[in-house]
């Protein structure tokens, strides 16, 4: 089955210059692009001058911990979680966004429903269980539970429910990196520093030793992918890099030492342009955490562009079902750092580089995030130019007007 789309502006993700063309897809591919006339049996959709670009990728996107709340996580039937998580994986994909990297939770049942056609949704790339040590960002425990060895005495309900995982100790981690590969994970992700939800930390901690990480490093490679890490503090982040780690989520408390270490290194940073009104937490001291982030957020962006780091970009929203409507306008904050040239780049070609590094456990090994002939039919066609206004990316119910994931059209408002 071809289908041709004619008469586009098309952005390609890689360059600042646009051209009118025509995309025609063979399957799921790009099979050709040219400016002058293709012919086909297939089906044609008339641009009609509109932005032609590669689907939108969120590289820090949680498809089961967005849509629920805590209480949710701790308390409600898991069957009504998933439930709840295939809707917004529609939703997600509603908004624009055909990719995500999913940053921790129990997701392999929903990426096998959208990669099977079951049900519509993003690409997925899963990291599943989040992989924490007793007392960090990632331990959900109620105060009364006993810590317990790692191969002992029963699991606790966010282990139970492949969200979370306690791992304490090198043999641990092991067996939890081990573990979340074995289930089809692309990659794995630790919390080696606090976080501002967090019960039982602080923001400035350092967690795991660098052994710990190391271990993780180590089962990640020998299966051909990498690890990233949940982490906001200087010496937090120094740690992770020594120990081999190739995706820092967050940093935003980073210093200039280490940001030039990560430049040095070739590290990517994965950042989220937070503002106050991104979540308001119910405790005081959470909240003050959740200031410090965003009053750092300015500095961190500045030093990642004075040492030329690999930026990805992700939203991170977390137990607020309210907000994901709102994954959209985590772009356009970008505008307070790049042109709008660099924001379209980052949320298409440079994440699609940044989730390559899953390598042989890539579940999308073709190429994404770019507009190309035999790249991945995954785009979408904006009512304006996004160049020239990145503002229409917030709106995508309105200025969204077709979007295709795999050579099919999930909206098509051109006709």
């Known amino acids: 089955m071809e289908i041709l789309i004619k008469n586009a502006q098309i952005f390609n993700g890689i360059s600042d ?37 590669p689907g939108l990728i969120d590289a820090h996107w949680h498809s089961y911990l967005s849509c629920n709340t805590i209480k949710d996580l701790l308390t ?17 994909l509603m908004r624009g966004f055909t ?55 029963g699991l606790t309900h966010t282990e139970e429910i492949g969200a979370a995982i306690i791992a304490d100790g090198v043999d641990a981690v092991t067996v939890a990196a081990r573990n979340n590969l074995r289930l089809g994970a692309s990659q794995i992700k630790l919390m080696t520093g606090g976080g501002v939800a967090s019960l039982y930390d602080r923001l400035e901690d350092t967690q795991y030793f660098e052994e710990e990480i190391h271990a ?11 690890v990233m890490v949940h982490v906001y503090v200087p010496r937090a982040i120094t740690r992770a890099v020594h120990a081999g780690v190739k995706s820092i989520e967050h940093g935003h408390l980073i210093d200039e030492p280490t940001m030039e270490l990560i430049a040095e290194k070739e590290v990517w940073l994965c950042m989220q342009p937070f503002t106050l009104d991104d979540n308001q937490y119910p405790t005081k001291e959470q909240q003050e955490k959740h200031i410090m982030i965003v009053q750092n957020t300015d500095k961190a962006y500045r030093l ?13 929203l977390l ?33 699609a580089e940044l989730l390559s590094l899953s390598g042989s456990r890539n579940p999308y090994p073709e190429k994404l995030g770019i507009i190309e002939e035999g790249a991945l039919a995954d785009m979408i066609i904006i009512n304006g130019n996004a160049l020239n206004n990145i503002q229409l990316l917030e709106d995508p119910d309105k200025n969204i007007l077709l ?11 051109l006709q």
């Open 99 to 153: 990719t995500i990297r999913d940053a921790g939770g129990p997701i392999f049942g929903l990426k096998r429903a959208i990669d099977e056609g079951l049900i519509s949704g993003p690409r997925i790339y899963p990291s599943g269980s989040i992989i924490s040590q007793t007392g960090g960002h990632g331990d959900f425990r109620a105060i009364y539970d006993t810590p317990r060895p790692f191969d002992c005495c």
């Open 216 to 226: 993780a490093v180590k089962v990640a490679e020998n299966a051909g992918t990498y």
């Open 319 to 351: 137990f607020n079902p309210d907000n994901t409507k709102n994954q959209n306008k985590g772009i356009a904050k970008l505008q307070n750092w790049f042109n709008n040239f660099e924001i379209l780049k980052m949320v298409t070609h440079d994440n």
């Open 403 to 413: 979007i295709m994931k795999n050579g099919q059209i999930y909206k098509n408002d």
């Open 304 to 316: 990642a562009k004075k040492y030329q780091v690999k930026l990805g970009w992700g939203t991170d």
């Open 76 to 92: 409600a039937d898991t069957a009504y979680m998933q439930l709840k998580a295939g809707i917004e994986a529609e939703k997600t």
């Open 17 to 53: 210059k646009i051209s009118t063309g025509n995309v025609l897809i063979s399957g799921n591919r790009i099979k050709e692009i040219s400016e002058s006339e293709i012919t086909t049996d297939g089906t044609i959709i008339d641009g009609k001058g509109k932005f032609l670009m």
